[in-house]
């Protein structure tokens, strides 16, 4: 079984002046940058995008509904102004890149079609995580993402 943690990031909402620091990848964490942030900001086709109370709602029931289309089991999912966590996990041989695809797209759609408005709202790519044991997976469900403020549900929930 494949356990996963997805992280995927509001489009525009980790610039690169972020005073913790930005991350390009191939190159990991790198410091503020302002130049680069005006360069993205020059480059970027439309606003940043915030989630707010009504899109983090719509997040997490569309993971859910996308994890049950697909027959994947969604362990917990937390959605906040910048980005979403999926903790997941999934039976069989399933690249984790093809889990990641299809969940992007499909809650892209899903918010294109409640906001009546297209997309981006995620920045490309995104952090994945694979879980290694039941400690590493009992810390996500029971510290790392509940300390999240937003929208949220867990499996033991209705």
């Known amino acids: 079984m494949a356990v996963y943690l997805f992280t995927f990031h509001a489009y525009r ?3 690169a002046d972020k005073p913790q620091g930005y991350v390009t990848k191939g190159e990991g964490i790198l410091p503020p ?6 360069q993205y900001n020059r480059n970027a086709k439309r606003p940043p995008i915030t989630f707010d109370a009504a ?30 966590h999926i903790l997941i996990s999934w039976d069989g041989f399933l690249e984790w890149a ?13 918010l294109s079609k409640a906001m009546d408005r297209p997309g981006p709202w995620f920045s490309r790519g995104g952090s994945r995580k694979r879980v290694t044991d039941r400690k ?19 499996e033991s929930d209705p």
């Open 13 to 15: 909402s980790w610039n």
């Open 33 to 38: 940058d302002k130049m680069r942030a005006e």
């Open 55 to 84: 899109t983090q709602d719509i997040l997490v029931d569309a993971t859910r509904k996308v994890c049950r289309d697909n027959g994947w089991r969604p362990h917990q999912v937390c959605a906040t102004a910048t980005h979403l």
């Open 98 to 110: 093809e889990v990641s695809r299809t969940l992007k797209r499909k809650l892209g759609a899903a």
């Open 136 to 154: 590493h997976f009992d810390h996500l469900m029971n510290r790392y993402l509940p300390g999240h403020r937003g929208a949220s549900w867990r």
